[in-house]
């Protein structure tokens, strides 16, 4: 059974960092790109980052470039998100899901399998 | 970046009838090397993660429902529930996966009427 468990969220004051991790479990990890999502009331779902099954390729929304970094040990399962200078708009429910399609060199499909989220609060 | 916006925002339907929901993109998520439009369409519960309903824009990922059908191509797009039933009330997103960052809708809200 495909698995994908978040850990890591949190209060955290602004200007603060927070390492989300995604541990994935029945399916073969390095096959498939990994992406974060976040959720909050007044943006909606937003894709946040993803990374290819090789951990070659990475890719970031605006928002978050130079802050981010998303990273995987395929060997351990896990995909992180390393998440550096918080803002208050960082703040949501974070998702880490799989692509729907094997792609070991690429990031460009649709998620088919969602972890149930962590929650990150930036705030004073 | 590309913008997705859905109508309507919410939606009341009968149990049973029909229930449409419209994607419109502000480029063409049809790629000319595959002739496949990059959208996707997804149902979240209360409390629940999305989960996918469709790919390509019209295929059903496996165990939807065939009441869930996708349709359109290029730029618009449409998510119809053939017969409304009580456990599709939820939020609908698409979303395009054509290019990174892979945009959603604002999401649209199908209740019973």
């Known amino acids: 059974e495909v698995q994908l468990v978040e850990s890591g969220g949190g209060l955290v004051q602004p200007g603060g960092s927070l390492r989300l991790s995604c541990a994935a479990s029945g399916f073969i990890l390095s096959s498939y790109a990994i992406y974060w999502f976040r959720q909050t009331p007044g943006k909606g779902l937003q894709w946040v980052s993803g990374i290819s099954g090789s951990g070659g390729i990475t890719a970031y929304a605006d928002s978050v470039k130079g802050r981010f970094t998303i990273s995987r040990d395929n060997s351990q399962n896990t995909v992180s998100l390393q998440m550096n200078s918080l803002r208050a708009e960082d703040t949501g429910a974070y998702f880490c899901?799989?692509?729907?399609?094997?792609?070991?060199?690429?990031?460009?499909?649709?998620?088919?399998?969602w972890g149930q989220g962590t929650l990150v609060t930036v705030s004073s | 970046d590309i913008v997705v916006t859905q109508s309507p925002d919410s939606l009341a339907v009968s149990l049973g009838e029909r229930a449409t929901i419209n994607c419109k993109s502000s480029?063409?998520?049809?790629?000319?090397?595959?002739?496949?439009?990059?959208l996707a369409w997804y149902r979240q519960k209360p409390g629940q993660p999305p989960n996918l309903l469709m790919y390509w824009a019209s295929i059903r990922e496996s165990g939807v429902p065939d009441r869930f059908s996708g349709s359109g191509s290029g730029t618009d797009f449409s998510l119809t529930i053939s017969s409304l039933q009580a456990e599709d009330v939820a939020v609908y997103y698409c979303q395009q996966y054509y290019n990174t960052p892979y945009s959603f809708g604002q999401g649209t809200k199908v209740e019973i009427k």
């Open positions: 899901a799989k692509d729907l399609f094997p792609h070991s060199y690429s990031i460009r499909g649709p998620s088919d399998y």
């Open positions: 480029q063409s998520l049809l790629s000319t090397s595959n002739n496949k439009n990059y």
